[in-house]
């Protein structure tokens, strides 16, 4: 038990803790937590913990430019650390409140000496303020452009459905389809329409990760699928379509719409660069026993040597050349983000004029928690 009196001498410290649900599930804000704990035998604690989705204006409030965060509004100045190292920035700072008078930890003489020369406490102070600007400015800079490559992709989601709405009309105009199967394409567009809408509600205040909703899933369903909305691009072009889909291939742990949205996109390329009488080829392999891979391949014109690791990056298209489609855009840079949230790989196989293959893998449903 603290002596009395022990309480008076010790420095408030007042923290808000800015955490969803499935920030505080995790390892990182436990450890916190954790840490907050066994310091209260040091100083005095004030800690409050808010859902930043039952109080979104705590994010203007405070400039929080990324979750979790944890705010030390007391005292001043007010202090931000965000991100998944917060234990580890909260112990490096402990030590210079300590200096600086701010907690008094362990003893009521830890008050700083100022030698002959050196700075002043007017000075260090000024010095952390210093510090905290520039943690914040440099979180606001990565945060922003974390927005930016979120909302390019996002955007550029909203053509696949967009382009399977229009192939579908004029396809039903040219009566080419059944009705029923058009208003089914349309329905299922209009609804990816709505979940990007959401998605883009999201960028603000969520990580790209949170978006995700990974569960058990069987990948076969979802290759037949992306082949039968694309039909347009390949009927009646004498196109050779192979797919090799075992049947004893067993299920991933996936988000289902973002897999979708990587074997169209990769699909829609290898359709979209592959002439008239070529051949494309979606193969869906288990090799080992923790991820399946799919290839889609192509007869096209290949991708140069020095691009293949080029075309995965965010704001790169290759050259358009005479007699080809323009270059891969940013549809190539969300897949290889969503197959890495995936814990997964993407990579390129390709000698130019001899076509192109790209691999993906995505592990393999083991009983995860969804």
Not at 110 to 131: F, I, K, N, T, W
Not at 241 to 270: C, F, G, H, I, K
Not at 330 to 347: N, T
Request: glycine share 6%.
């Amino acid at each position: 038990m603290p002596a009395a009196g022990e309480n008076e001498q010790r420095q408030a410290l007042s923290l808000l803790l800015v955490a969803g649900p499935q920030h505080l599930a995790g390892p990182d804000v436990r450890g916190l937590l954790q840490f907050l704990e066994e310091q209260k035998s040091s100083f005095n604690i004030s800690f409050l913990i808010a859902d930043p989705q039952k109080q979104p204006e705590l994010l203007e409030l405070h400039r929080l430019v990324a979750t979790p965060a944890l705010i030390k509004l007391d005292p001043p100045p007010k202090q931000i650390f965000a991100g998944n190292a917060i234990q580890k920035q909260l112990q490096n700072w402990l030590p210079r409140w300590r200096q600086l008078g701010m907690v008094s930890g362990l003893s009521t003489n830890m008050a700083p000496v100022e030698a002959s020369g050196g700075p002043s406490q007017r000075e260090m102070q000024l010095e952390d303020q210093l510090l905290v600007l520039r943690q914040e400015n440099e979180t606001l800079t990565s945060r922003l452009g974390v927005q930016e490559r979120l909302l390019r992709m996002v955007a550029h989601e909203l053509r696949t459905p967009l382009t399977a709405a229009n192939l579908a009309l004029q396809s039903f105009r040219r009566e080419q389809i059944a009705r029923e199967r058009f208003f089914d394409v349309i329905d299922r567009r209009l609804e990816d329409i709505a979940q990007l809408s959401h998605d883009l509600l999201e960028v603000g205040s969520t990580r790209w990760e949170a978006l995700f909703n990974p569960q058990r899933l069987g990948l076969a369903p979802i290759a037949a699928e992306s082949i039968l909305e694309l039909e347009k691009l390949w009927v009646n072009r004498r196109l050779e379509l192979l797919t090799d889909v075992p049947s004893d291939l067993p299920d991933v742990y996936a988000d289902q719409r973002r897999m979708r949205q990587v074997m169209l996109n990769l699909l829609e390329n290898a359709l979209k660069f592959t002439p008239d009488g070529g051949q494309v080829s979606l193969k869906l392999l288990h090799r080992t026993s923790q991820w399946v891979q799919v290839s889609v391949s192509d007869t096209g014109p290949g991708i140069p040597t020095e691009e293949q690791q080029r075309i995965f990056q965010d704001r790169v298209r290759l050259p358009q050349t005479a007699g080809q489609a323009q270059g891969f855009g940013v549809g190539l840079s969300v897949c290889r983000r969503i197959v890495e949230v995936h814990g997964g790989r993407i990579w390129v196989v390709s000698d130019p004029g001899e076509g192109a293959a790209f691999h993906f893998t995505v592990p393999i449903w083991r009983g995860q928690a969804s």
